[in-house]
């Protein structure tokens, strides 16, 4: 059993590992700190024996000013409220599947939604509510980490501990947390739909009192967005567009994504321009390109965005990437594609840490 604590601060106190976790077996546990003085101070306090520490990793999650305009942040209500509902029915999906996944227990859900991470492997930002302050971790961290991360979380509240998939559909297996959000909350029911309330209607449905949030997200001066980014992640969308097409439509070889973005272009009928960066200062393509054919070659022969689809299928992670911009002359940050369909743009130092982690899980597309 030890103690830790950070920049003076208790974070850990007389922490048993085995009792945490079992014999044997790691466990990632994950702090906010204000670092302060230029550097990290951790201190680790033997109680019964020694302290373990294996690794302590160090994942920024300021926002940098080039990013913001893209960030969560910067989105506007009624699509903060989208997203929130979105995480919420994906969140319910997620249950479901956690929950078929166990017969032996009664197809139970689990006992909160960190399990829910680590045994369906979802993308934890999902229990990030857009609506509230809460802020991802600006970096690649380890799937250990990303569970330790999600325990840190609680934008939503969950009540299917207990509860298995024959819960009525008028139950509230999980909702906003209402003190880290101003206005309507949002409500996932047992049969897996999200319904939009009033507090106080809320209140009713909850059995809980609701009041006014105490932690609610301040209200924060976003610059302009820079057009030409929003249009290249449009161009992205719709590569994905057609890649996720090209692989529903190749069952039979695995719903495989195309090998290059040529193909794309000839089996989807996406014109050429589609494939060139607003960002950039290639030329546009040449008006005397007659056939199909010569316009997937010249699309192949492009570099303003650069395709690492190739032997990744429809049912790769959310965190794969698909393609993203060339960062020769784009210091601040770049678009990535990711397994999902969404564009993201990440500063440069995320954006490479993210494109080493996909290259090291997937070789095979980067040859």
Same mark, same amino acid.
């Given at each position: ?15 048993d590992?085995v009792?945490?976790? &079992?014999?044997?077996?790691s466990?990632?546990?994950a702090?906010d $700190?204000q670092?302060?003085?230029?550097k ?5 306090? &033997?109680i ?5 520490v ?12 080039s990013?913001l305009?893209?960030a969560?942040?910067?989105q506007?209500g ?6 929130? !509902?979105r ?5 319910g999906l997620?249950l ?13 859900f689990?006992?909160?939604l960190?399990?829910?991470v680590? !045994?369906v492997?979802?993308?934890?930002q999902?229990l ?6 809460s ?10 980490e990303?569970?330790?991360?999600s325990a840190t ?6 009540n299917?501990a207990?509860k298995?998939v024959? $819960?009525?559909s008028?139950?509230?297996l ?20 999200? &319904?939009?309330?009033a507090?106080a209607?809320a209140? !009713?449905?909850?059995?809980?009192p ?8 301040p209200?924060?001066? $976003? ?9 290249? !992640?449009?161009n ?14 190749s ?5 495989s994504?195309?090998?290059d973005?040529?193909?794309?272009a000839?089996?989807e ?10 960002r950039?200062?290639s030329?546009?393509?040449?008006a ?5 054919e010569q ?5 192949n ?8 689809? @190739?032997?990744?299928? @429809?049912t ?10 060339n960062?020769?002359?784009?210091p ?8 999902? &369909?969404?564009?993201?743009?990440r ?12 290259? @090291? ?6 040859l």
């Amino acid at each position: 059993m030890f103690d830790v604590s950070a920049e003076g601060q208790p974070i850990l106190c007389s922490y048993d590992l085995v009792a945490d976790t &079992g014999s044997q077996h790691s466990v990632a546990k994950a702090f906010d $700190v204000q670092v302060t003085g230029g550097k990290l101070d951790l201190d680790f306090t &033997g109680i019964v024996g020694d302290a373990i520490v294996s690794s302590v990793v160090l994942v920024p999650k300021d926002i940098p000013t080039s990013v913001l305009p893209y960030a969560r942040q910067a989105q506007s209500g009624v699509l903060k409220m989208q997203l929130d !509902q979105r995480n919420l029915a994906q969140i319910g999906l997620d249950l479901y599947l956690y929950a078929n996944g166990q017969p032996r227990s009664g197809q139970r859900f689990p006992d909160d939604l960190p399990t829910m991470v680590a !045994q369906v492997e979802i993308d934890a930002q999902a229990l990030i509510s857009p609506r509230s302050n809460s802020l991802l971790p600006r970096g690649e961290i380890s799937y250990a980490e990303e569970i330790g991360w999600s325990a840190t979380l609680n934008d939503y509240i969950y009540n299917g501990a207990g509860k298995n998939v024959q $819960v009525d559909s008028t139950f509230p297996l999980a909702y906003d947390n209402p003190d880290r959000i101003s206005g309507d909350i949002n409500i996932l029911f047992g049969d897996g739909h999200v &319904g939009q309330f009033a507090r106080a209607t809320a209140s !009713q449905i909850i059995g809980k009192p609701i009041g006014d949030p105490t932690n609610a997200p301040p209200i924060v001066s $976003v610059p302009s967005a820079d057009p030409k980014v929003l249009s290249s !992640q449009m161009n992205l969308r719709l590569i994905a567009l057609g890649a996720f097409d090209f692989a529903n439509n190749s069952v039979r070889d695995g719903q495989s994504l195309p090998l290059d973005m040529g193909t794309i272009a000839q089996f989807e009928s996406i014109d050429p321009p589609f494939f060139l960066n607003p960002r950039g200062s290639s030329p546009p393509p040449p008006a005397n390109l007659t056939n199909r054919e010569q316009m997937a070659a010249w699309v192949n022969s492009t570099t303003d965005y650069v395709y690492v689809g @190739a032997h990744k299928t @429809a049912t790769m992670p959310p965190t794969a990437l698909i393609a993203y911009e060339n960062p020769a002359e784009m210091p601040d940050g770049i678009n990535l594609l990711r397994g999902d &369909g969404v564009p993201e743009f990440r500063e440069m130092r995320w954006a490479i840490e993210s494109i080493l982690a996909d290259h @090291a899980q997937f070789p095979r597309s980067y040859l």
